[in-house]
Nanobody
């Protein structure tokens, strides 16, 4: 599956952004889909993941209560809604696909190109 993330940009602290990840391929619904982020000089961090059919979700501790993840299999799209953004949310955000419901980036086999989110204070 090929993934392409979009929706990043510059936003003030307290604002919102909606990231979208589109996919090609007819097997989109068979995958768990996740979002990760990587800030300069830091390791890639788990943000959120959603299982097949949207039955399971997990949100990273640093974004819990602010970010939500959803999917629309009819449109081959997974969305990360980000609210109450903070400067520490600044990073490149990546979407990825996995054969299992997992938080570990090493379990994801397909990655999008990333979209930059910058939150100003």
């Amino acid at each position: 599956v090929q993934l392409q993330a979009s929706g990043g940009g510059l936003v003030q602290a307290g604002g919102s952004l909606r990231l979208s990840c589109g996919a090609s391929g007819r097997t989109f619904s068979m995958y768990s889909l996740g979002w990760f982020r990587q800030a300069p000089g830091k390791e890639r961090e788990f943000v959120a993941t959603i299982g097949r059919f949207g039955s399971l979700t997990a949100i990273g501790n640093s974004v819990k209560d602010r970010f939500t993840i959803s999917r629309d299999d009819a449109k081959n799209t997974v969305v990360l809604q980000m609210n109450s953004l903070k400067p520490e949310d600044t990073a490149v955000y990546y979407c990825a696909a996995s054969d299992k419901f997992t938080l570990g980036p090493e379990e994801y086999h397909s990655w999008g190109q990333g979209t930059l989110v910058t939150v100003s204070s």
